[in-house]
């Protein structure tokens, strides 16, 4: 066994937090373990603890004994039972290549060549320096999660080790992939050769993926049905689910023009007819579509389902009908990744609310501050009497008009409305300044000039 204490070097500058290096002699290497103290007692201490902590995990001292003979067994050895297993629980395919290619990239990357290896340090290590797209670290982080949680089944691992590892954000999900708008979609079928436009109106009116398209047969489709409707088998579908699509006039006027009239049940519809991505190109620059636009969004043979989605939403379809559609089990799936925004009807929509309109100001007040009726009431009151051309009854004048068009008597100033005026030196000077600028009072002001006089 070898164990002991250094303080590492970066840049030539020596840290001052001791580190430890243990190498147990059941372990191919040794590893590096960071205590985080700078007092070398306590970090003494520290790698007592740590030795003989690592001594009962290495010995199996209260661990179970398929988790300790799992530690002996190469980790790619239990990557083949894990794909076996996936194969058994009849997962698609894509699913099974995913699995099979992703797992082995990722034990190299990490530098993981037994279970105990895989520690949630050294996988975010790793992704902090792959320089990978966050979906591709994302996926890889999926990929292995699934990996351990059928180790955890099987009683090969206690725990997910890498269970508090957060995914990477990316705002970009779902962006990078436009629909196409009714205009585009209609220029579409019509420039693309009959065979290949059959395949695209069938996906804007179905929503069905390449896989499930490439799989159908004469048999899954009742033409004679009302409504006439389309079977995709539970073999066909990603989510390993039976559903049935009623199909749209355009879909069966255009397939049944095809359909040989002694078709066989189990021949295929679409077989060899849905185009790779080179195909589709020209497909789209003969329509005059851009493949990417100036934001980067691209459309592929997949953005035709998003264009199915999208014309869900924008033509009013409620969003757990459109779930169903989709055959989506999330409904932010269907709603965020599924419909593009800018193909909506925002500002019909917005049209649609009532109108709510500012009322009509009157010209004589016109620029000049408006009284809320309680202040208007109360200065009323106050001036009633006092000033000429004010008056009760139905054609009562108003305190604002009255001090608009008159000027204000020099009884104001002299207290001859028979009250004594209060001392205040800033009262006259401030009603001289009013007169000069031939301005109103305010409420304030009033108020003050009522409390004075």
């Given at each position: 066994m070898m164990a002991f204490l250094f303080q590492p070097t970066r840049r030539g500058e020596k840290s001052r937090l001791w580190a430890v290096r243990i190498r147990l002699d059941e372990w191919p290497r040794p590893r590096t373990?960071?205590?985080?103290?700078t007092d070398k007692r306590v970090a003494?201490?520290?790698?007592?603890?740590?030795?003989?902590?690592l001594e009962r995990?290495?010995?199996?001292?209260?661990?179970?004994?398929?988790?300790?003979?799992?530690?002996?067994?190469?980790?790619l050895d239990h990557h083949k039972a894990f794909i076996a297993a996936c194969g058994a629980a009849k997962l698609?395919?894509?699913?099974?290549?995913?699995?099979?290619?992703?797992?082995p990239k990722l034990f190299g990357r990490c530098k993981w060549t037994t279970i105990r290896e895989v520690t949630a340090q050294s996988f975010t290590d790793w992704r902090d320096e792959s320089g990978l797209s966050p979906k591709t670290v994302n996926d890889m982080l999926g990929c292995m999660r699934t990996f351990l949680l059928w180790m955890k089944r099987k009683r090969l691992v206690l725990n997910d080790s890498l269970e508090t590892v957060r995914k990477v954000a990316n705002p970009g999900v779902g962006s990078f992939r436009r629909a196409l708008s009714v205009d585009e979609a209609q220029r579409l079928i019509t420039k693309a050769p009959s065979h290949r436009a059959r395949v695209y109106l069938t996906m804007m009116y179905t929503g069905l993926r390449r896989t499930e398209l490439n799989g159908l047969k004469w048999d899954d489709f009742d033409f004679k049905a009302v409504p006439p409707q389309l079977r995709v088998p539970s073999s066909l579908s990603k989510n390993r689910k039976e559903s049935i699509h009623y199909l749209r006039p355009e879909v069966v006027d255009a397939l049944s023009a095809v359909k040989p009239a002694d078709a066989k049940p189990e021949a295929w519809v679409f077989r060899g007819t849905i185009p790779r991505i080179p195909t589709f190109k020209r497909d789209l620059a003969a329509a005059d579509i851009a493949f990417e636009d100036a934001r980067g969004r691209r459309v592929d043979i997949h953005a035709l389902r998003k264009t199915y989605g999208?014309?869900?939403?924008?033509?009013?379809?409620?969003?757990?009908?459109?779930?169903?559609?989709?055959?989506?089990s999330d409904m932010k799936l269907t709603m965020g990744v599924y419909t593009d925004v800018t193909q909506l009807p925002i500002v019909e929509e917005a049209s649609r609310l009532p109108s709510i309109r500012m009322p009509a100001k009157d010209t004589q007040d016109?620029?000049?501050?408006?009284?809320?009726?309680?202040?208007?009431?109360?200065?009323?009151?106050?001036?009633?009497?006092?000033?000429?051309?004010?008056?009760?009854?139905?054609?009562?004048?108003?305190?604002?008009?009255?001090?608009?068009?008159?000027?204000?008597?020099?009884?104001?100033?002299s207290?001859?409305?028979?009250?004594?005026?209060?001392?205040?030196?800033?009262?006259?000077?401030?009603?001289?300044?009013?007169?000069?600028?031939?301005?109103?009072?305010?409420?304030?002001?009033?108020?003050?000039?009522c409390s004075t006089n």
């Open positions: 373990f960071r205590l985080h103290v003494e201490q520290k790698l007592r603890e740590l030795v003989s902590e995990e290495t010995h199996g001292v209260g661990i179970p004994k398929p988790t300790r003979e799992a530690w002996r067994v190469p980790l698609s395919p894509n699913t099974l290549t995913k699995y099979r290619l992703n797992l999208t014309m869900l939403a924008s033509s009013g379809v409620s969003p757990r009908v459109a779930m169903e559609l989709m055959r989506h016109s620029g000049s501050k408006s009284l809320t009726p309680l202040e208007n009431g109360a200065l009323g009151g106050a001036l009633r009497g006092a000033l000429p051309g004010v008056f009760s009854g139905p054609q009562e004048s108003s305190p604002a008009t009255v001090l608009h068009n008159c000027e204000l008597p020099n009884s104001l100033e207290g001859t409305l028979g009250q004594e005026k209060a001392p205040c030196g800033d009262t006259g000077r401030f009603l001289q300044m009013e007169r000069a600028k031939r301005l109103e009072l305010s409420t304030s002001t009033l108020a003050r000039w």
